[in-house]
């Protein structure tokens, strides 16, 4: 099975993380990796999980446009919140984005994620 991955770009000191932006799959399936409501700069943008889950979603889209795709062809998606009490208002959130085209999701509270207050992983499938 071909594999095709795209790499995330050096950022100012030369790094890159220890993991790919997004795998493709032959039979069609991507895979993207960890999105954040990160600035250009690497930072949480300002305004809280507000601002930082309209980012995520712009990071996340950019992402699978890099492999064609769009939200539509999201099949799962696993989130991690930092806090239990942003859950309502991510919910309405993601909900705005994804419309009726609902993927199967997970979500769990995790404190491993540094200074962001959410992220976001999917599978997508190629239509």
Known sequence: MQIERIAYPPDAKGQTPPYSKLVKTAAGLVFVAGQVGMDEGGQPVPGGIEAETHRMFANLKSALAAAGLGLADV??????????DDITTFNSIYHDYFGADLPARACVQSGLM??????????????
């Open 75 to 84: 099949v799962k998606a696993t989130v991690w919140l930092t806090s239990a």
């Open 114 to 127: 540094g200074p962001f207050k959410v992220e976001i992983d999917v599978i997508a499938a190629a239509r």
